[in-house]
C-alpha cells in the first residue's frame, strides 16, 4: 500500500479557490488509481474525484462537476485537487484516498464512488469556506 498525505486545505471565502496536494510515499503510486473524498459534520462521507492510475479517465461527483479538477504527477508521487468557485457547502475534511480496484470502462472509471474499493487513506486536511 501506499501512505498518502494530504496539504493545501484551509479557510477561503466563498467564490475563492483552493488547491488540495496529496502525496504519496512508495514506488507503487503509479499502479493506483487516486481518489478524494469529503466528510462534513454530520453527513455521510461524499466522493468528490477520482483519477485513473494512467490519468486517462477522470470521475466526478455531481456536486463538483465543473469547478474541481483532479489531476496527477506520477513522477511526483502527488495527486491534485483544484477546487474553484468554492461554496459554504464544500466545507469538509477532505479525504485522499488509493485503489488498485478501479477499471475503465471505455470512457468510465468503474468503482470511483465506491469508498471500499479503496485500501490507502490519508489522514485529511480541511477545508473551510465563509459565506
Known amino acids: 500500500q501506499v501512505q498518502l498525505v494530504e496539504s493545501g486545505g484551509g479557510l477561503v471565502q466563498a467564490g475563492g479557490s483552493l488547491r488540495l496536494s496529496c502525496a504519496a510515499s512508495g514506488r507503487a503510486f503509479s499502479s493506483y488509481s487516486m481518489g478524494w473524498f469529503r466528510q462534513a459534520p454530520g453527513k455521510e462521507r461524499e466522493f468528490v474525484a477520482a483519477i485513473a492510475w494512467s490519468g486517462a479517465g477522470t470521475s466526478y461527483g455531481d456536486s463538483v462537476k465543473g469547478r474541481f479538477t483532479i489531476s496527477r504527477d506520477n513522477a511526483e508521487n502527488t495527486v491534485y485537487l483544484q477546487m474553484n468557485s468554492l461554496t459554504p457547502e464544500d466545507t469538509a475534511v477532505y479525504y485522499c484516498?488509493?485503489?488498485?480496484?478501479?477499471?475503465?470502462?471505455?470512457?468510465?472509471?468503474?468503482?470511483?464512488?465506491?469508498?471500499?474499493?479503496?485500501?490507502?487513506w490519508g489522514q485529511g486536511t480541511q477545508v473551510t469556506v465563509s459565506s
Open positions: 484516498a488509493g485503489s488498485t480496484r478501479l477499471r475503465m470502462i471505455g470512457s468510465t472509471l468503474m468503482g470511483a464512488t465506491i469508498a471500499s474499493f479503496y485500501t490507502s
